[in-house]
T-cell receptor
Framework: RKEVEQDPGPFNVPEGATVAFNCTYS??????FFWYRQDCRKEPKLLMS???SGNEDGRFTAQLNRASQYISLLIRDSKLSDSATYLC??????????FGPGTRLSVLP | ETGVTQSPTHLIKTRGQQVTLRCSSQ?????VSWYQQALGQGPQFIFQ???????GRGNFPPRFSGLQFPNYSSELNVNALELDDSALYLC???????????????FGEGSRLTVL
């Protein structure tokens, strides 16, 4: 079983839609979590941190549930420019960043 | 401020050969990590360097080795290349010492290796 798992998608949604991605992790010792975004044939870039109390940044909301070992990302009012792969990341005590396989999103006009 | 740069951007090797990939970290960043990203997969952690010492290693065999130099730049060396080594190799630098993680890794654009 992979340490960080995600539904690979693709998620094809129309502009303006709300879309939610889920991620589960198996290492209960993971210290912190993040969502990274990776455009096609580009490098990953940090999108946002994930906290148990929830974290909102504009149209993006991230949430961590430590009891269920579950992380979510909600994107409201999807834009064409949101089309990308979204990578769920857990960081272990040894500062090892563990990336999930990514969820591919296509926002359609 | 100069970002993370990697070279070469693309290269083709044959099975059994050796390859060296290079990375210049972002200015002021003292920690460098290397990742392997196969097609359709997330980046897999290879190892991390801090103050010229390996500071953490993922599940990769010893034929994957690295170096960090006093100017914080780094090299990834892969010996005895196998077909499955074909992937995008990403270098990431971060500005803080290990133990004070901010969660932001600054990635280079990667070196795309094809092994034939």
């Amino acid at each position: 079983r992979k340490e960080v798992e995600q539904d690979p998608g693709p998620f094809n949604v129309p502009e303006g839609a709300t879309v939610a991605f889920n991620c589960t992790y198996s290492n209960s010792a993971s210290q912190s979590f993040f969502w990274y975004r990776q455009d096609c044939r580009k490098e990953p870039k940090l999108l946002m941190s994930v906290y148990s109390s929830g974290n909102e940044d504009g149209r993006f909301t991230a949430q961590l549930n430590r009891a269920s070992q579950y992380i979510s990302l909600l994107i409201r009012d999807s834009k064409l420019s949101d089309s990308a792969t979204y990578l769920c990341v857990g960081v272990n005590y040894g500062q090892n960043f563990v990336f999930g396989p990514g969820t591919r999103l296509s926002v359609l006009p | 401020e100069t970002g993370v740069t990697q070279s070469p951007t693309h290269l083709i090797k044959t099975r059994g050969q050796q390859v060296t990939l290079r990375c210049s970290s972002q200015s002021g960043h003292n920690t460098v990590s290397w990742y392997q990203q196969a097609l359709g997969q997330g980046p897999q952690f290879i190892f991390q360097y801090y103050r010229e010492e390996e500071n953490g290693r993922g599940n990769f065999p010893p034929r994957f080795s690295g170096l960090q130099f006093p100017n914080y730049s780094s090299e990834l060396n892969v010996n005895a290349l196998e077909l499955d080594d074909s992937a995008l190799y990403l270098c990431a630098s971060s500005p803080v010492d290990p133990g004070r993680n901010t969660g932001e890794l600054f990635f280079g654009e990667g070196s795309r290796l094809t092994v034939l």
